[in-house]
């Protein structure tokens, strides 16, 4: 089985500050993702990233960048925490199946920015 | 600009009886689709996939029917149970071009009852 692990369930950071969320996937794949969940308005993509130390803008990459040092780990940094980032962080890694590619997603991590 | 929608928010259903989760695109240039299932807390987890060469695709209680034409596709899950009670996301992509990411619409929380 596939297992996509977040360092976090739950952070609270304040304004500000600089934040980091780790992700970690075993089965050796090339593409890690980054999304945001907020009620409403479903998965927006942050970034994402085909190989290491690549980088691709998601559809809202202000106030975030990446890093991916090693293949099986893709960290989230939060430059300056402000309130608008406080969200569900969830990450995830694909695999090319028939037809398509699919991702498996990490448990999430609630961050909420005060 | 949403290019995946989901327009019903909700959708409550009776233990037994069918549910019908619905989903619009409009780029044209998807030719892969998903959905996945979300419990609160956890992150979202593959369901059932189609590919644009078919109309349909089944597997067990869940079916998922692609209408090209109309650039919509459906989740039918047969008979419904209280375990389906979730966040269903359809999300879709564009393989032929290469690209690996997906577009996810806003979610339909289903509700069943016992």
């Known amino acids: 089985d596939v297992k996509v692990t977040q360092s976090s369930r739950y952070l609270v950071k304040r304004t500000g500050e600089k934040v980091f969320l780790e992700c970690v996937q075993d089965?050796?794949?090339?593409?890690m993702f980054w999304y945001r969940q907020d009620p409403g308005l479903g998965l927006r993509l942050i970034y994402f990233?085909?190989?290491?130390?690549?980088?691709e803008k998601g559809d809202i990459p202000e106030g975030y960048s990446v890093s991916r040092e090693k293949k099986e780990r893709f960290s989230l940094i939060l430059e300056s925490a402000s309130t608008n980032q406080t969200s569900m962080y969830l990450c995830?890694?694909?695999?090319?199946?028939?037809?398509?590619?699919?991702?498996?997603f990490g448990p999430g991590t609630r961050l909420t920015v005060t | 600009d949403q290019q995946v929608k989901q327009n019903s928010p909700s959708l409550s259903v009776q233990e037994g009886r069918i549910s019908i989760l619905n989903c619009d695109y409009t780029?044209?240039?998807?030719?892969?689709f998903l959905w996945y299932k979300k419990y609160p807390a956890e992150g979202p987890t593959f369901l059932i996939s189609?590919?644009?060469?078919?109309d349909k695709n089944e597997d067990g209680r869940f079916t998922v029917f692609l209408n090209k034409s109309a650039k919509h596709l459906s989740l039918h899950i047969v008979p419904s149970q209280p375990g389906d009670s979730a966040v269903y996301f359809c999300?879709?992509?564009?393989?032929?071009?290469?690209?690996?990411?997906?577009?996810f619409g806003t979610g339909t929380r289903l509700t069943v009852i016992p």
């Open positions: 995830a890694s694909s695999i090319h199946r028939e037809g398509g590619y699919e991702q498996y």
């Open positions: 089965m050796d794949h090339e593409n």
């Open positions: 990233s085909y190989d290491v130390k690549m980088k």
């Open positions: 780029n044209s240039m998807f030719d892969y």
């Open positions: 189609i590919s644009s060469i078919k």
């Open positions: 999300a879709a992509s564009r393989v032929s071009t290469g690209a690996n990411n997906l577009f």
